[in-house]
């Protein structure tokens, strides 16, 4: 007989934190955020701990380069999506792991005979108002100007003037050589009250570019998240098909962690590719594995080998695998009886295996349930997909600016290694949406104001840290009622108000 879980499959917005006492050192500066990324036994400390709870999705259309630098800079690891050629994936890797803090490749670049129309259409999609003329258009050709919103004026011009004709030169630049210091090259931008320094090779090439505005923000990144070379931390999504090719590609480039990257985890396929990795390289590389929903996939991939174990099937925005198969798990039912079954583990084998919350995070409060029901630490794909350092495009869809985001197991992604059986290598049906999601800025503003609030909450539950707020919350189940109570109620909004 089939078996059957008693209790409902709940989701994070069925519950609420109850306030604890809070003593006069609850205050939001004390809370640390600090928490075990790998695998460790009782008494020892864990090899890879982060500074915040937070990873970026394993996918195409949230975690490049990019964002592996950004998030790492705020003290979480960006998980760089797999569903790409094993070179270009290690390409990714190599160039996050090479990045020189302050140093930024510049992402917008135009050639000279390219138009005003040409640069505002750049700005709009990138955010960024100074732009790098190059020979030919690319981040790293042969500098020949800058444009900054200094150099036109859009109301007395036509829009069709060429960059070249209203660019400022490379003769009355200010710039410097490649080997320049980061502290010669801020000094450089104080001297000469620049707000940018472009750093050009022998050959003229534009090498970095760095502003003036990061030098605070640099000053300001406590939380950064470095390896013993003080490089930043990178992780990668792998799968169980070219595991064998990949993974070493992967180390090669520096990768600081991996996970295999499946929509459900509870599998030989999977026991085989911790089994070859263990074999291949001991301990010494780390990986994560899942995703799993119940105490039994739990344990299956920690006793396999796996550094962390990933929790959620089909709760995440752009995901239909519930309504296609019909199979998954409320994600709070499932981190709740999940973390309950690493703590038995725990006792059990001495051995404290981390869980991370991948999907079902819709408000930022979600974040802060899920790391009082045993989360280690939470992995979020649409939360991320709209910021500046997603991979995607910034859109205009009726007056309001969007970035895309897609599934991987979309049409448009085609990941079929993430669903694989075992069969044809192909995606046979769409297990995720193409979709926009609103544009909302930089990922450091963002970030920075998520976890002033899951601080702020656990001041009000009267912890500290994560491993004590997983010990004190207390936790309400809450009626369909009390969710309407909880928002704004029985007041004329004065947004929605015409006073006549």
Avoid at 367 to 380: C, K, V
Wanted: overall charge negative; aromatic content about 8%; charged content about 25%.
């Amino acid at each position: 007989m089939a078996t059957f879980f008693t209790e409902p499959s709940r989701t994070f917005s069925e519950f609420l934190l109850v306030p604890g006492y809070s003593t006069k050192e609850c205050m939001v500066d004390n809370v640390s955020l600090k928490t075990p990324v790998v695998k460790f036994k009782k008494g020892e400390k864990p090899a890879l701990e982060m500074n915040i709870p937070l990873v970026s999705a394993v996918m195409q259309a949230v975690s490049d380069d990019k964002m592996a630098v950004a998030l790492a800079k705020e003290g979480g690891i960006a998980f760089i999506y797999g569903s790409q050629t094993i070179e270009s994936q290690a390409a990714m890797v190599a160039r996050a792991k090479s990045y020189k803090a302050g140093f930024v490749v510049s992402d917008s670049n135009i050639s000279p005979e390219s138009t005003l129309n040409d640069i505002l259409a750049l700005k709009a999609r990138t955010g960024h108002s100074t732009v790098a003329v190059t020979t030919d258009g690319t981040a790293q050709g042969k500098l020949v100007g800058l444009v900054t919103s200094r150099d036109y004026r859009v109301s007395r011009m036509e829009g069709t003037e060429l960059v070249k004709d209203f660019m400022t030169p490379m003769s009355e630049l200010i710039w410097a050589p490649s080997g320049t210091s980061l502290k010669e090259a801020n000094n450089i931008i104080w001297d000469n009250k620049i707000n940018q320094l472009p750093i050009v090779d022998s050959e003229g090439r534009l090498e970095y570019m760095v502003f003036r505005k990061d030098y605070d923000s640099h000053k300001e990144n406590k939380n950064e998240l470095l390896d013993e070379h003080k490089r930043y931390v990178v992780g990668a999504g792998i799968n169980t098909r070219d595991y064998k090719e990949r993974v070493p590609a992967l180390v090669e480039a520096g990768v600081d962690i991996m996970t295999i990257d499946s929509s459900e985890g509870y599998s030989e396929w999977q026991k085989d590719t911790l089994a070859w990795i263990r074999e291949t390289y001991g301990d010494t590389v780390k990986v994560g594995a899942g995703n799993v929903v119940d105490a039994e996939g739990f344990r299956f991939l920690a006793e396999c080998g796996a550094d962390f174990v990933k929790v959620g099937i089909g709760g995440g925005s752009i995901c239909i695998t519930r309504e296609q198969k019909g199979i998954g798990r409320g994600q709070a039912s499932a981190v709740i009886e999940v973390a309950k079954a690493r703590d038995e583990y725990f006792k059990e084998t001495g051995i404290y295996v981390p869980i991370c919350s991948d999907g079902g995070i819709v408000y930022d409060y979600h974040m802060t349930l899920a790391l009082a029901m045993g989360a280690d630490f939470i992995m979020l794909g649409r939360y991320f997909a709209r910021f500046d350092e997603s991979p995607t495009s910034k859109v205009n869809i009726n007056g309001t600016y969007m970035k895309e985001y897609w599934g991987e197991g979309s049409a448009r992604a085609r990941n079929w290694q993430r669903y694989d059986m075992g069969g044809d290598a192909k995606l046979s049906f769409e297990e995720g949406v193409d979709s926009y999601v609103p544009y909302a800025g930089s990922l450091r503003d963002n970030v920075g104001l998520s976890l002033k609030k899951v601080k702020s909450t656990m001041c009000n539950c009267g912890v500290l840290s994560i491993p004590e707020l997983q010990e004190k919350a207390k936790i309400t189940v809450i009626s369909t009622t009390s969710l309407v109570e909880g928002g704004a109620h029985d007041v004329l909004l004065k947004d929605s108000a015409t006073i006549k």
